[in-house]
């Protein structure tokens, strides 16, 4: 019989992120799956005991609360301690927590100081004749595995914007945790933006733009237009609120021609970069067979403008390819955004 | 002016540009044509390894060590590709490691070579690696193994660590929505999982290479052999995705009318 | 910012032998080296002569990004291979098959677009109102001719076999081979080769200085070994320095284009099976199809120099040459696996040049070792350098100097006695008759074959350029002069070669992709063999008067771009993109127009550089 601990942490308000809500969703339907599940929540924060109330509903026990000011912001030192705490007051055989930044850093640490295993990145949870079974992906999207262990306690983390999040109703109650928090060499000093101006990722937009190398290339008339390109990239941003991903080879760009400015390899998507989940993707100016492609894997409805009408990025891939001139097509579709 | 000792761990990865298909074998899953598929440095660990360098150089009397689990032949042709890029000393652990493999498993091996290094000041250790792999992608293997070294100030998804006179780092890891989280760490030892870092690739030197083969040749020689064997993960099916669309190809359609279209389509719900 | 800025000071080191490129001609001269200079135990027997005291500094660099990437489809008869491994089980080689059986096809013209000559027409004509002699439009020669066939040979994939190599050599530790490590050129004082520079790092494009400049180093070595291959970049130089032996000529040339291919599960052909065609899709056009072990396959044409064509192409006839009924019966339901292309220096013995001077030797393709007759070049390329191997370890061991007279005496007088030397002699003559058409090429080489070498057909060679005819000249009949302009004028407009229309022109029909074996050629690139460019250093392809390009009519060498990195350019000169390129360096040899009349040197120059195909399954 298995006993679930959803792992979250609460925000700096007291309230729970999407991935903790959508966490939620996974761990109450999982638990519906196995007879005689026990489902418990482990919450910790500066304010975990008001962020208990968003898990309403779904089905907990009981929520188990590690609350200290030192766990306002995230901190590999503290946070492990107290995420160790909760999981040894639940006795959970399987901890399940969203893979947001702050626990995928603590989640494999903390298993192996439970003397558990770790899958991490889970897009699906199963099972079968009470035996559990995750989804992942491996090398880098390029192929999905079903993976199960003995092991326990079994620490898995799960991918955001995969499952629904949960909405609360009702009460949860809830049971402090001590944990005894070590010091740390480690001072967050807090969040930075990145200097290069506009925010350009905003993982929770509808839209994801992609550029390509093809913006900062020679155009028919053998010269490149890279300050055009910039300026018809940050306006369609601008007007549409869409998130910025880019290829590989044109974040890596530099020297003829220059690169776009305002991308980083923050902003890469695909390969070494990451796999973004938004309900639209536009590539524009992108090549690539399998390998680039991964960038949209988890981008619902895709479509792509590109000169080249057998695009690796497109063929298969998108369910529109444009053959056409990007620059001009941007240019049209940011008068008419602005119209 | 501070002085580290960073031992850098990075695994083996298939050329990201090659194409990749799962098969399973009489050893568990693994890759078609494994042995045959040209090898990288995984590309997290590459820069985990190019920034080492770089804090080593502008810190006189640092050390870099590079700790790889990989078949040795694999090993000696990446050797060959990377050794020119930065100055390091191999630490070679003879094993099969894949995207199949286990963490934890991973992590011993790696625990047990890094125990081994004569010289090594735990006072002064960064131990450096990617906060994912290309492979498995799991974000697991560098933690649990900084947890087996004791190390109990971690971060991951580095992209910068900068030194302070005194020996402090200031270090930015990302965190959502494009931004990084800023962090003071007082002094080492820390583990420093890294993303892509801001350091470009850094130019092919003959005389780093020249000087990293007269180490790294034995090390390879004398490299232990470790035998992975799953580490209790089961996979019951690895498989490429179905993901073929049915492209609709829109040739000879005026800008404007694309524009027009893609317009329509953001707006739709 | 100037390199001669002090901060930019070149560094420099010394070696004993430095050597150029890694293929199998490098590798058979420093697995013959490595084993000579090594004692019973494995440890050095001799020392370094630049370093007294130390063990030997053998150093080889390789411009692609690891060893053993590119392309080339490989049956061979394997001798000098066999003997430089008696004891090894050639099997546990990847992609190794022996050879089983051996085909010759002669393939007729299905769809009636080939340019085929009146008595090529009269014998088509004629195989076809037999048709139990030609099946799938093809003929099969009753046997293969002895100067042809690889009978006791074996198919491997020398990708994988450099790799392997590679891994010996470093496992002596008494050689480094190092990837991604362009030599810009050969370092010549006073007559003597004193060793190599490596390329600058840290330059844009053009070769202007960056933020990071690294000036190449210079390795300065008592032996240079040259072995970069046909367009190699040191090779040329030291053919510009030294000249050319008297009567000796570069002239003839092939782009060979190949892709490995998974064929269908149905497809009953075994391991070991070599096909060889010819006569399509154009009838100077041949082709190969060798399989290997599971399923995999090499298929290929070579686009020769001589093939009169402003507008030849590899890539599309290629993809028409798979389509013939003959071969289809068996690519029918592949799926490319990767794909590549490399220039053939098809003048063979006839373009031997200066094997050896003071302080250097030349080992492989590029001394001329490819045989023209029996078409084969990785063994005679392997065994050269074993030769120069036995050489060095000799005068080493002797205490004797690297100059010219102590390597004539140790390496090439073991080259002048060996049968590499004689097989080439007795085809030298061969591909003479080609120069004036196809029939009296073919005729010409079963001379020369069965006379053993005493006949041939007459025929001067000219330099690519000198023979490529004006687009309106070759398009006549098809296209007036109006078209042609226009054809020329829309391939500016549209950025890419003049192929697609002329080939229009002829009847040819556009290929219908379906994905798997029939891709782009822009998807070709990205198909296991997929292609990278380093932006650290400056183009390696290079335009010397653009003056030149703006005139030129005939932009054979967008055309033959394998990669299509090439592309008209708004002015009329070509414009190069390196992610593109596959440093076949077909667009030295194809370029229509001569910078250097002294030299010979065409309009377009092929430097060192970094990258290219990224494949080792070849």
């Known amino acids: 019989m298995e006993t679930i601990l959803l792992l979250v942490a609460a925000e700096e308000d007291g309230g729970l992120g999407k991935p903790a809500l959508e966490a939620a969703t996974a761990a109450r339907e999982l638990a519906a799956r196995l007879e005689g599940a026990k489902l418990l929540a482990g919450i910790f924060g500066a304010q975990a005991g008001r962020a208990g109330a968003a898990l309403a509903g779904a089905g907990f026990g009981e929520a188990l609360l590690v609350e200290h000011e030192s766990l306002a912001r995230a901190r590999f030192a503290t946070d492990a301690a107290a995420c160790q705490a909760l999981v040894a007051a639940s006795g959970a055989s399987l901890v399940l927590a969203p893979a947001t930044s702050r626990l995928q850093r603590v989640l494999a640490a903390v298993s192996a100081r439970c003397r558990g295993a770790v899958d991490t990145h889970a897009t699906a949870l199963g099972a079968e004749s009470g035996a559990v079974h995750a989804t992942r992906w491996f090398y880098r999207q390029r192929m999905v595995g079903r993976v199960s262990r003995e092991r326990r306690p079994w620490f898995l983390s799960l991918e955001p914007g995969v499952f629904a999040p949960h909405a609360a109703s009702g ?117 690539g067979e399998e390998p680039h492609t991964v960038g949209w894997r988890f981008v619902s409805g895709r479509r792509a403008v590109n000169l080249d009408a057998n695009c690796g990025w497109a063929q298969g891939k998108a369910d529109v390819l444009y053959v056409a001139d990007a620059f001009k097509v941007m240019a049209r579709v940011n008068e008419l955004l602005a119209g | 002016m501070p002085v580290f000792h960073v031992v850098v761990c990075g695994g083996l990865v298939p050329d990201p540009l090659q194409t990749l298909e799962p098969v399973q074998g009489p050893a568990g899953w693994g890759l078609k044509n494994e042995s045959m598929l040209p090898a990288i440095l995984d590309p997290w660990a590459a820069s985990a390894l190019f920034e080492a360098d770089s804090l080593a150089r502008a810190n006189p009397g640092s050390r870099v060590w590079l700790v790889s689990a990989a078949p040795k032949a694999k090993l000696q042709q990446v050797l060959m590709a990377l050794a020119q890029k930065a100055a390091f000393e191999l630490v070679a652990v003879d094993a099969q490691a894949g995207g199949f493999s286990d963490a934890a498993e991973c992590a011993s091996a790696l625990a047990a070579a890094v125990n081994s290094i004569a010289g090594l000041d735990r006072s002064r250790l960064l131990l450096f690696g990617g906060w994912e792999s290309a492979s498995r992608g799991a974000g697991a293997t560098l933690a649990i193994l900084g947890e087996m070294l004791g190390i109990s100030e971690q971060f991951q998804g580095v992209d910068q660590a900068s030194p302070k006179p005194d020996g402090s780092l200031e270090i930015l890891e990302r965190v959502e929505g494009g931004r990084h989280q800023v962090s003071l760490l007082s002094a080492p030892p820390a583990l420093l999982g890294w993303a892509t870092g801001s350091l470009p690739e850094p130019p092919n030197n003959p005389q780093v290479g020249m000087l990293n083969m007269r180490s790294a040749m034995p090390a390879l020689q004398k490299a232990a052999p470790s035998r992975l064997t799953g580490g209790g993960l089961a996979l019951s099916s690895v498989e490429l995705p179905s993901q073929r669309r049915d492209t609709r190809v829109v040739k000879d359609m005026p800008e404007d009318q694309v524009a027009r279209e893609i317009v329509e389509w953001i707006a739709e719900k | 910012m100037t390199p001669s800025q002090p901060e930019f000071q070149r560094p420099s080191m010394r070696a004993d032998v430095v050597c150029v490129g890694f293929g199998p001609a490098t590798a058979g001269f420093l697995m013959t080296l490595t084993q000579g200079l090594a004692g019973a135990d494995g440890a050095p027997a001799l020392e370094s002569r630049v370093m007294p005291g130390a063990p030997p500094q053998v150093l080889c660099y390789e411009r692609a990004d690891d060893l053993g990437y590119g392309v080339s489809g490989v049956v061979t008869r394997g001798r000098g291979l066999k003997e430089s491994f008696p004891g090894l089980d050639f099997g546990s080689l990847p992609l190794y098959s022996e050879v089983a059986e051996e085909q010759v096809l002669y393939l007729l013209d299905p769809l009636g677009a080939s340019r085929r000559p009146a ?68 370092l010549i004082e006073n007559g003597r080769v004193e060793g190599v520079r490596l390329a600058d790092q840290g330059v844009d494009a053009r070769g202007n200085l960056e933020p990071g400049y690294l000036p190449g180093m210079d390795v300065r070595a008592a032996l240079t070994v040259v072995g970069d291959g046909p367009v190699g970049q040191v090779g040329r130089q030291l053919d510009r320095h030294f000249g050319l032996p008297k009567g000796a000529q570069r002239h003839e040339w092939a782009v060979g284009m190949k892709a490995v291919v998974e064929l269908s599960p149905d497809c009953p052909l075994k391991p070991g099976t070599v096909i060889h065609t010819l006569g399509y899709p154009e009838p100077e056009i041949f082709g190969f199809l060798y ?291 596959v440093h076949c360096g077909a667009c030295l040899w194809n370029c229509a127009k001569v910078a250097e009349p002294a030299t010979g040197q065409t309009n377009l120059d092929f430097r060192a550089g970094a990258g290219g195909l990224h494949s080792a399954e070849n």
């Open chain 1, 171 to 287: 009460d949860l109650v809830s049971r402090p945790v001590p944990a005894p928090l070590p010091e740390s060499r480690t001072r967050v000093e807090g969040l930075r933006s990145p200097s290069s101006g506009a925010q350009t990722i905003r993982p929770d937009a509808p839209l994801l733009f992609v550029a390509g190398a093809g913006w900062c290339k020679k155009q028919a008339d053998g010269l490149a237009h890279v300050s055009e390109a910039e300026r018809l990239i940050l306006g369609f941003l601008g007007k549409s609120g869409a998130s910025l991903g880019g290829s590989k080879s044109v974040v890596d760009q530099k020297g003829e021609g220059g690169a776009l400015s305002f991308l980083t390899h923050l902003n890469q998507v695909g390969q070494t970069g990451s796999t973004p989940r938004h309900a639209k993707g536009l590539a524009t100016c992108c090549h």
């Open chain 3, 119 to 186: 008595l090529v027409r009269a014998a088509d004509r004629l195989l076809k109102s037999l048709p139990f002699l030609a099946r799938d439009h093809a003929f099969r020669l009753p046997y293969v001719p002895s100067f042809l066939h690889k009978k006791g040979g074996f198919t491997f994939s020398l990708g994988q076999f450099n790799q392997w190599v590679g891994g010996l050599l470093m496992s002596t530790g008494l050689a480094q081979v190092w990837p991604a490590s362009p030599v810009a050129g050969a």
């Open chain 3, 291 to 581: 399989v290997y072990p599971n399923r995999l396959a090499s298929a290929g044409i070579f686009v020769p120099s001589w093939f009169d064509n402003p507008g030849r192409t590899a890539y599309r006839y290629l993809q028409h040459w798979m389509q013939h009924p003959a071969l289809w019966r068996h690519l029918r339901g592949s799926e490319m696996k990767s794909w590549g292309a490399k220039s053939l220096l098809e003048s063979g013995i006839r373009g031997e040049p200066f094997l050896v001077g003071d302080g250097w030797a030349r080992v492989g393709e590029n001394s001329g070792s490819t045989n023209v007759l029996t078409g084969s070049g990785v063994d005679e390329a392997w065994t050269t350098g074993v030769q120069l191997g036995r050489a060095v370890v000799e005068l080493w061991r002797r205490g004797l100097p690297f100059d010219r007279e102590n390597l004539e005496k140790a390496y090439v007088r073991r080259r002048r006695s060996s049968w590499v030397e004689r097989e080439g002699r007795a085809g030298r003559k061969a591909r003479d008759g080609f120069q004036k058409g196809f029939v009296q090429g073919m005729l010409g080489m079963a001379l020369t074959g069965f006379s053993k070498g005493l006949l041939g057909w007459p025929g001067r060679p000219l330099q690519p350029h000198q023979r490529v005819p004006t687009l309106e000249k070759y398009a006549a009949g098809r296209l007036d002069a109006a078209q042609a302009a226009e054809l020329r004028r829309q391939s500016q407009a549209g950025g890419r070669g003049v192929h697609d229309g002329l080939m229009d022109a002829a009847g040819w029909p556009r290929p219908t992709l379906d994905g798997r074996l029939l891709v782009s050629h822009q998807d070709a690139l990205l198909k296991g063999g997929k292609v990278r460019a380093s932006g650290r250093y400056a183009d390696h392809v290079v335009i010397l008067k653009p003056e030149l390009c703006a005139d030129c009519g005939e932009k054979v060498c967008v055309d033959m771009c394998s990669g299509q990195a090439l592309t008209p350019g708004a002015d009329g000169v070509p414009v190069f993109d390196r992610e593109k390129c």
